[in-house]
């Protein structure tokens, strides 16, 4: 007899339990009439300024100066239901470039190629940052004599512009979003502030408003986080703030205290009443790979430490939790990073990390379309598309399918763990992999950091994620 790993073992009883794998070792049908799909998309980090960029890293010329001085005063002077014309005839005609945020071209060109696949799916997800980098500091530099103030009331009015702007391209369909750092006025997370002058829009425009409104508000408002039950769906969403377990983020230890509370409590009463989760978060747990990966402790990759998404302590408490809840989270999803991944959060959790719209990180913009089980609410495979910086096409274009690229087919749940090992060797399953990470353009994964960002993937824990990269 064949014997199980205990990770193994784990995994094919949670996914038992979640209803993917049946009685007799059968996998779910994945091919019924009630399947759906979802689009997932994230970071989208727009700025309605004309060749958006970051203070720190561009120096616009004084022409291009002096074109945004005239914008931002056309933009000041009015309510953000007349933005889409003055942007309009503003000359903003091509894309974004690399290592830049999302501007008026590309935002349109995202939310029209959404709108082309959305089909009839019940939902659209959003994982974190609808605003761009450095919002307060580039607004300030493009006026005269204004105030703090005068910064916040801009930025609420770019978050009503992007919400309008999805609300026109998606009709009715309901957008759950997570917020992320950009989503406020010091890119350090959502402050108090911010979250009481958009709780509402956030509500009545993204969501459309599905949910208990005041239930919704009282949480946005509170910790930035929120869940919601959609009707006929068996199902509960559930957005957290995860910016907020980061190291050095400044908000009081009670609030991230009482989110781990209310999760709990979530979870808990979903399991109760039999139905599946949906876990949106942005920033997710593990590594933040890239810059641990740029500083490594000799010429062979090794490493003496890393750095993290979240403290070790929040970490701790949020895998607790979620271990305590075998099956009940049926779809994991993050942004943040920019890049096209997954991470192994715990056995039969498989967390998938959307691309951004935003090619701030030098990405090509890219977002997801998930195909879900319409029993288990699972998600089974999904399409890429992405943009293409380098010859800016008409439109978003198909960029691959996970079960084609890897020649995978059942639940992602399993999928993700099985593809994991098979990334390590050499082989067209990583060359794709390394390849889609930047959806597309040229990544800077090399042999010596590999390991790095192959350990990302499944090493939660600093201590053993550490470990991974020096023995790989």
Avoid at 387 to 398: K, Q, R
């Amino acid at each position: 007899m064949t014997q199980l790993s205990r990770r193994t073992f784990l995994e094919i009883a949670s996914l038992a339990s979640a209803g993917l794998i049946g009685g007799c070792g059968g996998v779910t049908n994945m091919t019924g009439s009630d399947n759906f799909s979802v689009p997932v998309f994230s970071d989208v980090h727009f700025q309605p300024f004309i060749d958006p960029f970051l203070p720190d890293r561009a120096t616009l010329n004084p022409a291009t100066m002096a074109a945004n001085k005239a914008l931002v005063a056309q933009l000041d002077a009015k309510d953000a239901s007349a933005w889409p014309a003055i942007l309009a005839a503003a000359g903003i005609s091509a894309p974004s470039a690399v290592l830049t945020d999302t501007n008026y071209t590309l935002l349109g060109l995202a939310l029209a190629s959404i709108k082309q696949n959305l089909g009839t799916s019940p939902a659209v997800l959003f994982t974190g940052d609808f605003l761009g980098h450095g919002m307060t500091v580039l607004y300030l530099g493009y006026t005269a004599n204004k105030t703090l103030a005068d910064a916040e009331a801009f930025i609420d009015k770019t978050l009503t512009y992007v919400l309008q702007q999805i609300r026109t391209a998606l009709g009715t369909t309901p957008v759950y979003f997570t917020l992320g750092n950009c989503d406020s006025y010091s890119d350090e997370g959502p402050e108090s502030s911010f979250l009481a002058n958009n709780a509402q829009q956030l509500y009545t425009l993204a969501l459309n408003g599905v949910g208990d409104q005041q239930d919704i508000i009282n949480t946005l408002t509170s910790g930035g986080y929120y869940s919601v039950e959609p009707a006929g769906m068996n199902l509960m969403i559930i957005a957290l703030n995860t910016f907020a377990l980061s190291p050095g983020y400044a908000i009081i230890t009670t609030l991230i205290d009482d989110q781990f509370t209310w999760f709990e409590a979530q979870l808990a009463a979903a399991s109760a009443a039999g139905k599946k989760v949906w876990l949106l978060m942005h920033a997710p747990p593990g590594a933040v790979e890239d810059t641990t990966a740029e500083s490594p402790n000799d010429t062979n990759g090794q490493i003496a430490a890393a750095t993290m998404m979240w403290t070790d302590s929040n970490q701790e408490q949020f895998m607790g939790i979620i271990e305590k809840y075998p099956g009940v989270i049926a779809m994991s999803l993050a942004g943040h990073t920019h890049m096209d991944e997954f991470r192994l959060m715990s056995p039969g959790v498989a967390l998938a990390v959307t691309a951004g719209i935003s090619p701030y990180f030098g990405n090509n913009p890219a977002y997801k379309i998930f195909t879900l089980d319409g029993v288990s609410l699972a998600p089974f495979d999904y399409s890429a598309m992405n943009y293409d910086l380098s010859t800016t096409p008409a439109a978003f274009s198909d960029y691959y399918k996970f079960s084609q690229a890897y020649e995978l087919v059942g639940p992602l749940a399993m999928s993700l763990p099985e593809l994991f090992p098979t990334l390590q060797a050499s082989g067209a399953a990583k060359t794709q992999y390394q390849g889609a990470f930047y959806s597309g353009t040229l990544s800077p994964i090399n042999s010596t950091n590999w390991p790095v960002y192959w350990c990302g993937i499944g090493y939660m824990d600093e201590t053993d994620f550490i470990a991974a990269v020096n023995s790989f």
